[in-house]
């Protein structure tokens, strides 16, 4: 998958496969997952180290990430002025992950700390990103460069948006979308990976790099990230 044209191919294929066989679908899924559960985790440190690789592969084609698609231009912009918090600096920011595709996030800018200095990605995961704001509020009054990210389908978007074309489609039975190449997983994993890219481009007033990228962790609350660049994570 090269974009993410979520809503609208999301859509389009809807209009297609209207009358799929909900109870079809659910029982292949649930085939597959029992499948998967029944596979034996790695025995040993040595052992996830040798099956590390083909696990990574596996998630990301089952992500639709692989091959990943292009990093192209970000082209972040503000939106609004700066709100000066007591610790922190509060900013709107609104980044490309990938052409067309609009990521409208939250960021929190440390007073008082040297720079360049550690930072937290914070993704909501299951639930809106505005209603877990004072844990990003938190991290970067504490000294992290913190990006809080929406669900896909979130912003911009009105009563069920999310379900619709956004994070909770196939909960709510679009599971033809997977068919299509195309799952809101995937989408918000590459929104993730391209928000660290984001904060390492990130720079001060004086030019000088805003955040360590050696130091760099993910806050998750039901989101996965494929991404060696996170030194530490918490779900």
């Not at 083909?54 to 709100?83: C, F, H, N, Q, W």
């Not at 040297?114 to 509020?137: E, I, M, N, Q, W």
Request: with cysteine.
């Amino acid at each position: 998958m090269n974009s993410f044209a979520r809503c609208t191919f999301a859509v389009l294929f809807l209009a297609l496969t209207a009358h799929a066989d909900e109870s079809n679908v659910r029982e292949y899924l649930n085939l597959l997952a029992s499948r998967i559960s029944k596979e034996p985790p790695p025995a040993s440190a040595n052992e996830w180290d040798k099956s590390s690789k083909a696990r990574r592969i596996k998630l990301m084609r089952m992500l639709g990430l692989d091959p990943l698609p292009k990093r192209t231009p970000l082209s972040p912009r503000y939106v609004g002025e700066p709100v000066e918090l007591e610790r922190c600096t509060f900013r709107r920011v609104v980044f490309e992950s990938s052409p067309g595709i609009y990521v409208a996030a939250h960021l929190y800018i440390p007073k008082g700390v040297t720079f360049p200095a550690p930072a937290v990605v914070y993704v909501p995961g299951h639930s809106r990103r505005d209603g877990y704001f004072r844990h990003s509020l938190a991290y970067g009054s504490n000294g992290y460069v913190t990006i809080g990210l929406p669900m896909v389908g979130e912003e911009g978007k009105i009563d069920d948006g999310c379900g619709k074309c956004g994070h909770y489609g196939p909960y709510y039975g679009n599971f033809h979308w997977y068919s299509t190449g195309y799952n809101p997983a995937g989408a918000e994993v590459w929104d993730t990976m391209r928000a660290i890219d984001f904060l390492i481009q990130l720079k001060t007033p004086n030019g000088e790099p805003m955040v360590d990228a050696r130091r760099i962790g993910i806050v998750m609350v039901h989101r996965e990230l494929e991404s060696r660049r996170v030194r530490i994570s918490n779900n």
